[in-house]
């Protein structure tokens, strides 16, 4: 039940009983595939968190995530690592927290305080489908039909449905529109074919589901490199998680992000997915092409982005799956910097022009 709260918006409001009285908790909840990865909720949260110590003094906060692993309820816990200004906890969809559970002691009170007002939350209308086709067209601007399915995890008849019954209500757009330049001074050009774009009413549906207040900035939530929009190299990394379906028909392939940046390092992949493969819940990093740059260079930087990955997946202990999709010669230069692996680690390789093409994941053990 969505509450409001002067200019601010929660999931829901609960008073959790204490020996001693009664906290007033505000509920964020956050769904692991709902198109967003884990670290971009911070910024958002700062600004929830600043309304309800001006407008709720006392008032603490529990962020609740439904999720089917542990990893990305690991990473949301991580990114809050330097904490909030008032009492917090982080806990999977199914925990209810104690006192002691909070980043410090919540004020409690005696009575309880009144439940604040209820409102439409503007998004409960929509099926899961509808809004997670909504969320990825938000998040990536406008995509083809094959890679929003990708990222939806929806074959693409299902997801063409989808997305025609949110154009009759006027939530997307099926169109050419102009491609976003990286310089403004640049003359326009249109983009090489039709895309489906989020209507501003879609946008407004995507972010109230995200937990983004009307008025409220969620910028950084988006993809990053707009520009690149509708070339090869852009579709192959919005496909990835697709990509890894159909490679790996047995394993579980929860969700996935293309050019997203990760927190607290300089290099970042094409496309981040997550999931469970051979009973362990994986990352699977994906860097696509080099093949316009020289041999040495293939090494030294594949060298820097393995060790990278490693590092960013040891954070919160789930394998890594790190994967090159591009032409032959491209593998073999980089295959070099593929020594001294730590245990957990498998390394892929794949042709990017060959849909689905990949190499067995084997573990370093």
């Given at each position: 039940?969505?509450?409001?709260?002067?200019?601010?918006?929660?999931?829901?409001?609960?008073?959790?009983?204490?020996?001693?009285?009664?906290?007033?908790?505000?509920?964020?909840?956050?769904?692991?595939?709902?198109?967003?990865?884990?670290?971009?909720?911070?910024?958002?949260?700062?600004?929830?968190?600043?309304?309800?110590?001006?407008?709720?003094?006392?008032?603490?906060?529990?962020?609740?995530?439904?999720?089917?692993?542990?990893?990305?309820?690991?990473?949301?816990?991580?990114?809050?690592?330097?904490?909030?200004?008032?009492?917090?906890?982080?806990?999977?969809?199914?925990?209810?927290?104690?006192?002691?559970?909070?980043?410090?002691?919540?004020?409690?009170?005696?009575?309880?305080?009144?439940?604040?007002?209820?409102?439409?939350?503007?998004?409960?209308?929509?099926?899961?489908?509808?809004?997670?086709?909504?969320?990825?067209?938000?998040?990536?601007?406008?995509?083809?039909?094959?890679e929003i399915a990708s990222l939806v995890g929806l074959p693409e008849t299902i997801t063409l449905d989808v997305?025609?019954?949110?154009?009759?209500?006027?939530?997307?757009?099926?169109?050419?529109?102009?491609?976003?330049?990286?310089?403004?001074?640049?003359?326009?050009?249109?983009?090489?074919?039709?895309?489906?774009?989020?209507?501003?009413?879609?946008?407004?549906?995507?972010?109230?589901s995200w937990g983004a207040s009307s008025g409220v900035d969620f910028s950084k939530a988006k993809e990053l490199?707009?520009?690149?929009?509708?070339?090869?190299?852009?579709?192959?990394?919005?496909?990835?998680?697709?990509?890894?379906?159909?490679?790996?028909?047995?394993?579980?392939?929860?969700?996935?992000?293309?050019?997203?940046?990760?927190?607290?390092?300089?290099?970042?992949?094409?496309?981040?997915?997550?999931?469970?493969?051979?009973?362990?819940?994986?990352?699977?990093?994906?860097?696509?092409?080099?093949?316009?740059?020289?041999?040495?260079?293939?090494?030294?930087?594949?060298?820097?982005r393995l060790k990278t990955s490693i590092k960013f997946s040891r954070k919160t202990g789930v394998r890594l799956?790190?994967?090159?999709?591009?032409?032959?010669?491209?593998?073999?230069?980089?295959?070099?910097?593929?020594?001294?692996?730590?245990?957990?680690?498998?390394?892929?390789?794949?042709?990017?022009?060959?849909?689905?093409?990949?190499?067995?994941?084997?573990?370093?053990?």
């Amino acid at each position: 039940m969505t509450v409001r709260l002067g200019d601010v918006t929660f999931s829901d409001w609960i008073s959790l009983e204490c020996e001693s009285g009664f906290t007033d908790t505000f509920i964020f909840d956050i769904d692991a595939l709902n198109g967003l990865p884990p670290f971009r909720y911070r910024p958002l949260l700062q600004r929830l968190v600043a309304e309800l110590d001006k407008k709720r003094p006392g008032a603490s906060l529990w962020i609740r995530v439904t999720s089917p692993g542990e990893w990305y309820v690991m990473e949301v816990k991580r990114s809050m690592a330097r904490g909030l200004s008032i009492p917090y906890v982080v806990t999977s969809k199914d925990k209810t927290p104690d006192y002691g559970s909070f980043s410090f002691g919540p004020r409690l009170f005696s009575p309880a305080l009144p439940r604040p007002p209820k409102m439409d939350d503007e998004f409960s209308h929509f099926s899961r489908e509808e809004l997670k086709c909504l969320q990825v067209l938000t998040r990536n601007r406008k995509g083809s039909l094959e890679e929003i399915a990708s990222l939806v995890g929806l074959p693409e008849t299902i997801t063409l449905d989808v997305l025609q019954g949110l154009q009759k209500k006027k939530k997307v757009k099926f169109k050419l529109g102009e491609v976003i330049e990286k310089d403004k001074s640049k003359p326009k050009k249109m983009d090489p074919y039709w895309m489906w774009h989020p209507t501003r009413k879609g946008l407004s549906v995507a972010l109230r589901s995200w937990g983004a207040s009307s008025g409220v900035d969620f910028s950084k939530a988006k993809e990053l490199n707009p520009h690149l929009i509708g070339t090869p190299h852009r579709t192959t990394s919005r496909r990835w998680p697709a990509w890894l379906r159909f490679a790996y028909p047995h394993a579980e392939i929860w969700t996935g992000w293309s050019e997203t940046k990760l927190p607290g390092i300089a290099f970042y992949p094409d496309a981040l997915a997550w999931g469970r493969i051979q009973g362990y819940e994986t990352l699977f990093w994906l860097e696509v092409g080099d093949d316009h740059k020289k041999r040495t260079f293939i090494e030294a930087v594949t060298r820097k982005r393995l060790k990278t990955s490693i590092k960013f997946s040891r954070k919160t202990g789930v394998r890594l799956v790190y994967a090159q999709l591009s032409p032959d010669w491209v593998q073999d230069a980089a295959s070099w910097s593929f020594t001294n692996l730590p245990p957990g680690t498998a390394i892929v390789k794949g042709n990017s022009k060959k849909f689905g093409n990949l190499s067995l994941a084997e573990w370093h053990d």
